[in-house]
């Protein structure tokens, strides 16, 4: 079964400023995880600052475009990985490995058609 795990943190609190040491420790843990993996590992990538992000939000027939996220939310989606696992209990073995900066979470999410 295919599984999408989302990363979830603190932008704010992660600091990792761009190039800086924090940022290449978080990113060096994240490389050796992907090799860990293996081919369970289908894909996957960290995401630019909620500052680069652009909601496009549809209400009826209206769409209206929002800098930003959308949601006021004390964790952003930092990254994700897509999985490959035999079941939810092995998705949540691998989900524990995945490095974070400080606190946050993984939220296990199934993909559709994915089984």
């Known amino acids: 079964m295919k599984y999408a795990l ?27 995880f992907s ?22 939000r549809t209400v009826g027939a209206n769409r209206t475009v929002h800098d930003g996220p959308f949601a006021e939310t004390r964790e952003q989606l930092g990254g994700f ?7 939810l209990d092995a998705a949540l073995e691998i989900a ?10 993984i939220e296990i999410r199934p993909l559709l058609g994915a089984d």
């Open 6 to 32: 989302l990363i979830y943190q603190d932008e704010s609190q992660a600091a990792l400023d761009e190039g800086g040491p924090a940022l290449k420790a978080i990113v060096a843990r994240h490389m050796a």
């Open 35 to 56: 090799r860990d993996l293996g081919p369970k590992r289908i894909g996957g990538s960290g995401l630019k600052s909620t500052r680069a992000a652009t909601t496009l």
């Open 81 to 87: 990985y897509l999985i490959e696992a035999a079941d």
């Open 96 to 105: 524990k490995g995945v490095p974070l900066a400080g606190n946050g979470a």
